[in-house]
């Protein structure tokens, strides 16, 4: 076993049959994603490109800076969202890619946001953080949020590759799938539940639930 697949293990937890052990992700803490971010990486940093084949992104987790993986920790204790949980989205939509771009729609980033949810979530959540000027780029139609501008469109779009604001957004959009779904089900969800909730949206998921 190579040195990268034994650190991939120790940060993320053995996988069974290529499925995730959740069992392992729920009791990665804060301290484990802290210690993963201390460690020297084994390996150089891949370029930003296309999220490649799960196979290979687990071989070079090792390589991660600390950018998404600290930005996850902080986002975790600012929003409540579970960190290890945040970490195997990123994991499962973009393969830890900043730059992840879907071939067959808008999603973007880390944790593949479409335009849509990522100015709902900006636009929500955006001044609980600090970043009132970005949030302040959007204006509220009714239930929604669209750009003042093609140049704001832009710049809003453009966050969903920072790993910070994308973390930040990626768990509050968690917090408010939980809420929803613990209406509609009448108990609390699952991580399984969260991760349809993430792409489907928590009225669909609950439906298929």
Same mark, same amino acid.
């Given at each position: 076993?190579?040195?990268?697949?034994?650190?991939?293990?120790?940060?993320?937890?053995?996988?069974?049959?290529?499925?995730?052990?959740?069992?392992?992700? &729920?009791?990665?803490? &804060?301290? &484990? !994603?802290?210690? @993963?971010?201390?460690? &020297?990486?084994?390996?150089?940093? @891949?370029? #930003?490109?296309? @999220?490649?084949?799960?196979?290979?992104?687990?071989?070079?987790?090792?390589?991660?800076?600390?950018?998404? *993986?600290?930005? !996850?920790?902080? #986002?975790?204790?600012?929003?409540? @969202?579970?960190?290890?949980?945040?970490?195997?989205?990123?994991?499962?939509?973009?393969? *830890?890619?900043?730059?992840?771009? #879907?071939?067959?729609?808008?999603?973007?980033?880390?944790?593949?946001?479409?335009?849509? +949810?990522?100015?709902?979530?900006?636009? +929500?959540?955006?001044?609980? %953080?600090?970043?009132?000027?970005?949030?302040? *780029?959007?204006?509220?139609?009714?239930?929604?949020?669209?750009?003042?501008?093609?140049?704001?469109?832009?710049?809003?779009?453009? *966050?969903?590759?920072?790993?910070?604001?994308?973390?930040?957004?990626?768990?509050?959009?968690?917090?408010?799938?939980?809420?929803?779904?613990?209406?509609?089900? /009448?108990?609390?969800? /699952?991580?399984?539940?969260?991760? #349809?909730? %993430?792409?489907?949206?928590?009225?669909?998921?609950?439906?298929?639930?």
């Amino acid at each position: 076993m190579r040195k990268s697949d034994t650190i991939t293990r120790r940060k993320l937890g053995d996988r069974k049959g290529g499925m995730t052990d959740w069992a392992r992700v &729920d009791a990665l803490t &804060d301290e &484990d !994603i802290e210690k @993963a971010v201390a460690e &020297d990486p084994a390996e150089p940093a @891949a370029p #930003a490109a296309a @999220a490649p084949p799960p196979q290979a992104v687990e071989q070079s987790v090792a390589s991660l800076g600390p950018d998404l *993986l600290g930005s !996850i920790v902080e #986002a975790s204790r600012k929003t409540g @969202a579970n960190s290890g949980y945040l970490l195997h989205i990123a994991l499962r939509e973009s393969g *830890l890619v900043l730059a992840a771009q #879907a071939p067959t729609s808008s999603a973007t980033g880390p944790f593949q946001f479409i335009q849509q +949810t990522w100015y709902q979530m900006l636009g +929500t959540y955006g001044p609980k %953080h600090g970043f009132e000027a970005e949030a302040a *780029l959007l204006r509220k139609q009714g239930n929604r949020f669209t750009p003042v501008s093609a140049s704001a469109r832009d710049e809003v779009l453009t *966050l969903r590759t920072d790993p910070h604001v994308a973390a930040l957004m990626a768990g509050e959009l968690t917090m408010e799938n939980r809420r929803i779904l613990t209406g509609l089900l /009448g108990r609390s969800p /699952g991580h399984g539940e969260l991760y #349809a909730a %993430h792409f489907l949206g928590p009225s669909r998921a609950a439906h298929l639930i």
